[in-house]
């Protein structure tokens, strides 16, 4: 079935509606150590790679229990911290570090390179979850399902991200607020993950025939 934009944050919201409460404490707790380090004026390498680890702490998580919950299948705060705990972890947070490092290389280049490679790799974790792929697979795997529908996946972001990340950095750079500012960002991450999830179920859906429950049930 084809897919929008509309019909992509359609879904997306009507997702987060029903599962942000859960979705959003699992992501403060995943970044609740960035913010300490914060606080306390930790050097900054360290702050980022604990930072950069938490992040892909919440794309594993907030990935398995969106697509569980349109699966028919809803997550609590507690199956979604422990969902973080699987036998291929460190092959997942080697592919989020992957995307994380090469999309952020690509924005301070030029901001556009950086963006065509989100579009390019914004499926490949929940493609790597779903598939039980290799790092190399699961990047592959996202460059074939949004072949053709790249334009649709960066408008998807560019809606939902580029309002809050402007009322982020106006916030943060104003206030010098940490705690605000951390709030902001675990509610864009919260909404961003589970756009990645749904865009994945859409794509899956257009090409292949592939229903949510299928893609669910293979989840686990």
Known sequence: MSWTIESALRTTFALLRDNFVAFFVATLVF???SLILSLLGVGYLVTLVVGLVAN????????IGAIRAMG??????ATLLNSVNRPDLGRLILLGIVQNIVTMLGVIAFIVPGL???SLWMVAMPAMLV??????????????????????????FLVVAVPVVIVA????????AFVLFWLIEAALATVLVSLSAVLYTLLCGEK????????ATTLG
Not at 208 to 215: C, K, M, N
């Open 131 to 156: 598939e039980r792929s290799t790092v190399g697979g699961a990047l592959d795997r996202s460059a074939g399902l949004t072949r053709g529908r790249r334009w649709q996946v960066l408008g998807a």
């Open 56 to 63: 892909v702490l919440v794309m594993i998580s907030l990935n």
């Open 169 to 176: 950095q106006v916030l943060g750079i104003s206030t010098g």
């Open 116 to 118: 065509w490679v989100l």
């Open 208 to 215: 292949e025939g592939a229903t949510v429950l299928q893609i």
């Open 31 to 33: 970044t609740a150590p």
């Open 72 to 77: 028919g299948m809803r997550s609590d705060i």
